[in-house]
């Protein structure tokens, strides 16, 4: 595909198959709707096409933001069907075909949450039809996906894109972005993260004739397996922390515990390199949960560790250099006990009871010692709720989204070259023309 | 000067300034010259002739371990205080009752069952351990770590253990237990239970042998803190006479209660502010009377002022004898100052008590000055 010319909407189509017969066509008319901006004190309608696990969490946190309601729903899949309509709890119609709820005209804004191959037909057609639009990560599937989706966001300026990386609504990630971006960690030079796993990451199938609808990550036609679903999240934590997107990628990976006919693999390990040398090592493998998730984000003067509803900073002991003399002039007193220092300042400290004991009385002077630095804030809500907080605000009242269209396109090219770094063996360099 | 101070009775402290300082080297900076690598490597080092100041710390014992050194040569104070930091890390490896694996470990597992050969830099620690206890009439000991662990004050958050309890633990208690044969250097407990804890000493020797590692390269003016309890402060910064020390009051760590300028000589507290729990209203200091089996009460902090870190540290537990307690020990023992805060009432003041040694003749080149 050619990079500069124009990519005409057959093309793409060509590109953007879709293999499982059931799920819909795409529409194929062109005709680009004024968006439904509503205002501030109207209802943002909103329609949410894939009610499964992930659409489920969206609609749950959506019921809870005032000015927002649900009039549709759309599904393939009949428990999933039932499942949403419950959920929303507003009794929105059902489809099955995206494309009707697309029609409706009294729709302001659209959720997708479908598999990954969907994502990026479903996001221009919601963009034709005028709607503001919030997709799941990854953001898309194939490289040549993402001009075509660049140029629909630039021809529908005014509609929303929101992409759901909700790690950049998450007050704890917030919070540690906001200490990098303080020299907390000094100069990023390294992130470590993994997503380990002891399971075989699929969904329970009733009926096998659902099997690939249900465990679509397991097929290569449809998903870009434990890069997608997991690694987009931890990329998209390295390139906020390191301030850019990746320049290579090498790795590797393979179907080498869980032989039961899935494609995509069951361990991968990649390392993106960074402009500035930076890298970002990561792990993930089904056979093994001792490890669990976390990103650890080193710098030269301290580490941040985020595991999930936990955050923890170590600071680096370095040496501090001078010329001449110093007025000196140091304190003395009982020993000061580092036993909290030692395992990690929390970023997000409990309650500390008056009653409290000597290590709940450390973690309380690490709290206060966060606090003087000025790195600490109150973790109000949920990710999710945050996230699609912030997209309602923005399609009623223009907020700027946590993450749009640049952050996951960049997302979505990492998840795509680590794959085929894993695929091929060899280094990918992201093309010159991006990035 | 030292009239004011009555020897081996109880002093208050008469809000005057007070010095007691034997100064004799010159002012000023004379880095010893170096030998060894420097000899086979004559321009491997861009030395300039620039005093540099080079401050590092390093997490190891539970605590901070500071250390601020002076000299010419960056490179070589940096070395210099990473071997410092290794050697701490070597001494918490083999002395720490934390880590199972450690050799202190291994003798509170087997000691009571066999006789167990020790190596001898622990080995004379124990022993030095021992004679404090003999002459601090048991104040000091080694073997309160069953005590420490039903107060919860190991791996815990502190809890008030019943008097069957501590009944049952003092049994464990006791540096009498405690049998050492020089010749072959082993240790053997004599009853079962016994477990060493060299948590009131093993500090100050580190920070003795940081001072060691220190001199050996040819540093002639640095401090060494271990959590700003143990302090050794070797030589004196450029253009001062000692390092300049804030000794913080007992109730706020960041109100000064007393300067005192230390050249080479060392001090170390004892204090209840930052190891306690609260229970009902009560607070529990982690400092334990090994008579009673109970925390100390009727004292806020403790310092003493001595040569070397391994005896300050040691020292510092004069707090469980309280002043009137101390003073048979400074009658006998040279050389030693005890600075103690007691509470007055139940209001967040303190009186101070400072004795002193009877004999008390510092060498030269030694500096502690003690001002309100």
Redesign the interface.
């Known amino acids: 595909m050619d990079e500069q010319g124009e990519v005409t909407r057959r093309e793409f189509l060509k590109t953007a198959t879709t293999a499982t017969a059931v799920l819909v066509l795409p529409r194929l008319s062109e005709g680009a709707s004024q968006p439904g901006v509503a205002s501030s004190n109207s209802t943002v309608n909103y329609g949410i096409i894939g009610t499964g696990t992930e659409g489920c969490t969206l609609l749950r946190a959506l019921t809870r933001i005032s000015g927002a309601q649900c009039v549709a729903t759309c599904d393939i899949y009949p428990p999933n069907q039932k499942k949403g309509i419950e959920t929303a709890g507003s009794n929105p119609q059902l489809y099955e075909d995206y494309r009707r709820l697309l029609d409706r005209k009294d729709i302001d804004a659209v959720l997708i949450a479908t598999p990954l191959h969907l994502h990026a037909l479903m996001l221009l057609d919601t963009l034709s039809a005028g709607k503001h639009v919030f997709v799941e990560k990854s953001m898309f599937f194939k490289e040549e996906e993402e001009i075509p989706i660049r140029k629909a966001a630039a021809a529908h300026s005014k509609q929303v894109v929101q992409v759901g990386l909700q790690r950049r609504s998450d007050a704890l990630y917030q919070c540690a972005i906001d200490m990098i971006r303080a020299g907390a960690v000094g100069k990023v030079m390294f992130v470590r993260a993994q997503w380990h796993r002891n399971s075989d990451w699929r969904r329970p199938v009733p009926d096998p004739k659902y099997e690939r609808l249900i465990n679509w990550r397991m097929y290569r036609e449809y998903s870009g397996g434990l890069m997608a679903e997991l690694a987009s999240h931890q990329i998209d934590v390295a390139n906020w922390a390191i301030g850019a997107e990746p320049i290579s990628v090498v790795g590797t990976g393979g179907i080498d515990y869980w032989k039961d006919g899935r494609e995509t693999c069951d361990n991968a390990q990649t390392i993106f390199e960074y402009p500035g040398g930076q890298k970002l090592v990561w792990s993930s493998i089904l056979c093994n949960a001792h490890y669990d998730f976390n990103e650890q984000i080193m710098g030269d003067r301290g580490t941040i560790e985020i595991t999930l509803g936990k955050g923890l900073f170590y600071t680096e ?10 007025k ?12 909290a ?2 395992q990690g300042l929390p970023i997000f400290p409990e309650t500390v009871p008056p ?6 009385r450390e973690n309380r002077y690490a709290r206060e010692w966060l606090m003087r630095h000025g790195y600490r804030t109150i973790p109000e809500n949920d990710a999710w709720y945050e996230e699609l907080t912030n997209f309602i605000a923005s399609v009623r009242d223009s907020k700027p989204v946590a993450c749009g269209l640049d952050q996951g396109i960049a997302d979505a090219r990492a998840v795509i070259y680590g794959n085929r770094a894993i695929d091929t063996g060899r280094k990918v360099f992201w093309p010159k023309t991006i990035g | 000067m030292r009239g004011w101070l009555q020897k081996g009775t109880a002093s208050f402290w008469p809000g005057l300034l007070v010095g007691l300082s034997i100064l004799a080297a010159p002012r000023g900076l004379q880095p010893a010259g170096r030998v060894g690598r420097d000899v086979l490597v004559p321009c491997a080092r861009n030395v300039s002739n ?10 190891s014992m ?3 371990f ?1 250390v ?1 050194a ?1 000299g010419q040569d ?1 490179r070589l104070l ?1 070395e210099t ?1 990473e071997e410092v930091f290794q050697e701490i890390d070597r001494i918490d490896e083999q002395m720490s009752n934390y880590k199972p694996e450690s050799e202190l470990s291994l003798i509170n597992r087997e000691a009571a069952s066999r006789a167990v050969r020790v190596e001898p830099s622990l080995f004379a620690l124990i022993q030095k351990s021992l004679q404090y206890s003999e002459d601090t009439g048991g104040g000091f000991d080694i073997t309160v770590g069953p005590l420490m662990k039903t107060w ?2 190991f791996r ?3 809890r008030v253990p019943s008097p069957g309890e501590l009944h049952a633990v003092l049994a464990h208690v006791g540096y009498q237990h405690v049998k050492l044969d020089p010749a072959i250097r082993t240790i053997h407990f004599d009853v079962p239970g016994i477990e060493l804890d060299l948590g009131g000493i093993a ?1 100050g020797y580190a920070v003795d042998r940081a001072v060691s590692i220190l001199r050996e390269n040819g540093v002639a003016a640095a ?1 060494v ?5 143990s ?1 050794y402060a070797l030589g004196a ?4 006479e000692g ?6 009051d007992p109730f706020d ?1 960041t109100v000064p209660a007393d300067v ?1 300028y230390l050249k080479n000589f060392s ?1 170390s ?11 009902g209203g009560k607070t529990y200091s ?1 400092i334990m009377d090994p008579h009673t089996g109970m925390p100390v009460e009727n004292m806020l ?1 403790t ?1 003493v002022f001595v040569a070397n870190a391994t005896d300050s540290d040691a020292l510092s537990k004069l707090y469980v004898l309280g002043p009137e307690g101390s003073r048979r020990y400074l009658a006998t023992h040279p050389n030693i100052q005890a600075l103690f805060y007691l509470p007055v009432g139940s209001k967040k003041q303190f009186k101070r008590v400072l004795l002193q040694s009877d004999s008390h003749n510092l060498p030269p080149d030694t500096l502690v000055k003690i001002l309100r």
């Open positions: 002991h370095v040496a501090k250099v001078s010329q001449g003399a110093t000196e002039s140091w304190w003395a007193g009982a020993t000061v006990t580092e036993l220092k030692q009653d409290e004991g000597f290590f709940a | 620039e005093l540099k100041r080079y401050e590092a710390s390093h997490t539970g605590t901070e500071a601020v002076y960056v940096a205080v919860g004050f815990g958050e502190g500090k401090l803190s271990s959590g700003m309890s302090i910064p450029p253009d001062e390092w300049k020390i804030i000794l913080r760590s005192v001090m507290t004892s204090g209840n502010y930052n190891k306690f729990f609260t229970l982690h902090s310092t």
